[in-house]
């Protein structure tokens, strides 16, 4: 069983960054990893995932080339950085794993294929 701990989130101005970061309890280094949110009143979304060793991400349009996914297999820990926030970026983020993506060349981006969910993170940008 895979737990998922996220942190990093808070409030923050629009314009500025948050680092967010999904520690996990065992060694994730063969799974695809995942950002997803959930704004309030709205169903959970992709934000962003990573396969196994860092080579292919894929990301929403929505939030490409303000944030970044990345993995450090060595501390089994993904991270999401995130830069010129919105006020429409407010949302609990969650991280989440493939555990059926032993090295597999693509990660997915369905929220289905994920088997594992961490607790999620409160990100709030103020206007």
């Known amino acids: 069983q895979v737990q998922l701990v996220e942190s990093g989130g808070g409030l923050v101005q629009a314009g500025g960054s948050l680092r967010l970061s999904c520690a996990a309890n065992r060694p994730i280094s063969v799974y695809a990893m995942g950002w997803f949110r959930q704004a309030p009143g709205k169903d959970r979304e992709f934000v962003a995932t990573?396969?196994?060793?860092?080579?292919?991400?894929y990301y929403a349009d929505f939030v490409k080339g303000r944030f970044t996914i990345y993995r450090d297999n060595a501390k089994d820990t993904v991270y999401l950085q995130t830069n010129s926030l919105r006020p429409e970026d407010t949302a609990v983020y969650y991280c989440?794993?493939?555990?059926?993506?032993?090295?597999?060349?693509?990660?997915?981006?369905?929220?289905?294929?994920?088997?594992?969910w961490g607790q999620g993170t409160q990100v709030t940008v103020s206007s």
């Open positions: 989440a794993a493939d555990g059926s993506s032993r090295f597999k060349a693509l990660p997915p981006i369905g929220l289905e294929e994920f088997d594992y």
């Open positions: 990573i396969n196994w060793s860092g080579e292919n991400i």
